[in-house]
């Protein structure tokens, strides 16, 4: 009882805090169902072309246990959210600036013990995360790839996913296995996530909308769920150059035919009427946390 209780309280703050933050920054989860397919790549990209059009943007870097968002970035973050958590800092004093003035944010190993903490200091977490709303127009979560306890997590709370998947079979099964698991959630409301499909390194625009239709027809099918297409990266030699030499091909190459695609991508997310962005803040992000 007394734990149901808590949650019940930790769940109140929440709510509260979302009724304040009346304006709220969009929320784009971006994730995968096997690592390799090019899913970091794809948040920094789609973050700089963000900030192409006048968007400010944040990355969360929820991929715990790897640094593919600081090693693209050529930074190494001072402070992480444990810091907010345990360090007694302020969300903006973890915030480490990475090119365009794009900020960036580490999870370390913080929110991995959110529901381990007392009152006060999910209270303190939860009003800190939702100042994120007046200081960002886009907050890009890059999640671990997979269907793990923590990436289920944050597709689960994200009113907005891009889905990254690749020709590969393996990659395909993996990203129906990610649906799937999605929809067996109980979390899951339906209706409140929409679903956008990245092809990666495709050879043409037919084999990506074959993708998409592949895996689209097994959702409805047997999910009874839907997804959406956002687009696709094609196989570029630039692209492939850029993730050799761990640099941001939107910025370094920004006439390559995957920069394009990227730019397209982005602003296919930013102009889309289906967002379901009315439902959710920051703040409403991280509510799935506190169980």
Do not use: C
């Not at 784009?28 to 794809?42: I, R, Y």
């Not at 968007?55 to 715990?64: Q, T």
């Amino acid at each position: 009882m007394y734990y149901r209780d808590q949650a019940e309280q930790l769940r109140n703050i929440v709510r509260q805090q979302n009724q304040i933050n009346v304006t709220n920054a969009k929320v784009l989860t971006v994730t995968s169902g096997k690592g390799g397919v090019g899913k970091s790549n794809t948040a920094v990209n789609l973050a700089v072309q963000f900030r192409k059009r006048g968007k400010r943007v944040i990355i969360f870097d929820a991929d715990f246990g790897l640094a593919n968002v600081e090693v693209m970035f050529g930074t190494v973050p001072a402070y992480s959210l444990k810091d907010v958590i345990y360090g007694n800092k302020r969300i903006s004093e973890i915030i480490t600036e990475g090119p365009m003035e794009i900020g960036f944010i580490s999870g370390g190993s913080g929110i991995v013990g959110l529901n381990d903490l007392q009152h006060e200091q999910v209270e303190e977490l939860i009003r800190s995360l939702g100042e994120l709303n007046t200081m960002t127009d886009v907050l890009i979560i890059d999640t671990g790839a997979g269907v793990g306890s923590n990436v289920m997590d944050f597709v689960i709370a994200s009113p907005e996913v891009v889905l990254v998947s690749t020709p590969e079979p393996s990659s395909l099964t993996d990203s129906y296995s990610l649906v799937k698991a999605l929809y067996n959630d109980s979390r899951f409301i339906r209706g409140g996530t929409n679903i956008h499909l990245l092809a990666n390194r495709v050879s043409s625009k037919d084999e990506a909308m074959a993708i998409y239709e592949k895996l689209s027809s097994i959702v409805a099918r047997f999910l009874d769920g839907e997804m959406s297409y956002l687009g696709m990266i094609p196989q570029d030699p630039a692209l492939e150059k850029a993730v050799r030499a761990q640099e941001i091909i939107s910025l370094t190459t920004p006439s390559a035919r995957a920069s394009k695609a990227y730019e397209e991508a982005a602003a296919k997310l930013l102009d889309d009427e289906t967002a379901t962005q009315y439902r959710w803040g920051i703040a409403q992000f991280f509510r799935s946390f506190v169980k």
